[in-house]
Antibody
């Protein structure tokens, strides 16, 4: 059974750095064609893709947030970490960890439950 | 990197067919496969369609997907009250940034 679980702070202050951890179960970070991604969703708004890290350690970032994002992985712990610097109230939302499949197309087939992050002083 | 354009809302009566459009560009939909996601309030999205028209195990064949040029379409036949949710399309972006892009989302209402 494949599961992904997000963990981290639910409240951060403006200008602080957010660090979220995705703990994976039932899947390997090294499996060919597999990646882990982060997607966020402000309250009442659409999904927004943030970052991806692939089985070969290749990384991709949303162009609009690239300067603020860092995605890393720890294969020994089966975890993926997302760091977002200089947090602002507009970054408030639910952050999801997802399994990415890169085959013919690319898609997210497993999602974590999400973690609601509020940015407020 | 732009988002994909979807109608904000569509509605239909139970049992009817509904379609949701997703419009992109030559660097996203035009050169990649499309996926679709269903999201109920307060829950994580669920993969509905991948590789334009394939359904994951457990997704009923009432749900279908298609793609033509720089647009894609999600179809739902035999609409049920349980289908009332938000739907998002998504695809790879083959521009220099080479990431992923989602649609603006469509709320399906069952009348």
């Amino acid at each position: 059974q494949i599961t992904l679980k997000e963990s981290g702070p639910t409240l951060v202050k403006p200008t602080q750095t957010l660090t979220l951890t995705c703990t994976l179960s039932g899947l390997s970070l090294s499996a060919s064609g597999v990646g882990v991604g982060w997607v966020r969703q402000p309250p009442g708004k659409a999904l927004e893709w943030l970052a991806l890290i692939y089985w070969d350690a290749d990384k991709r970032y949303s162009p609009s947030l690239k300067s603020r994002l860092t995605i890393t992985r720890d294969t020994s712990k089966n975890q993926v970490v997302l760091r977002m610097t200089n947090m602002d109230p507009v970054d408030t939302g639910t952050y999801y960890c997802t399994r990415d499949i890169l085959g013919l197309g690319e898609y997210f087939d497993y999602w974590g439950q999400g973690i609601l992050v509020t940015v407020s002083s | 990197q732009s988002v994909l354009t979807q109608p904000p809302s569509v509605s239909a009566a139970p049992g009817q067919k509904v379609t949701v459009s997703c419009s992109g560009t030559s660097s996203d939909i035009g050169s990649n496969y499309v996926s679709w996601y269903q999201q109920f309030p307060g829950t994580a999205p669920r993969l509905l369609i991948y590789d334009n028209n394939k359904r994951p195990s457990g997704i009923p064949d009432r749900f279908s997907g298609s793609k033509s040029g720089t647009s894609a379409t999600l179809g739902i036949t035999g609409l049920q009250t349980g289908d009332e949710a938000d739907y998002y399309c998504g695809t790879r972006d083959s521009s220099l940034s080479a990431g992923f892009v989602f649609g603006t989302g469509t709320k399906i209402t069952v009348l």
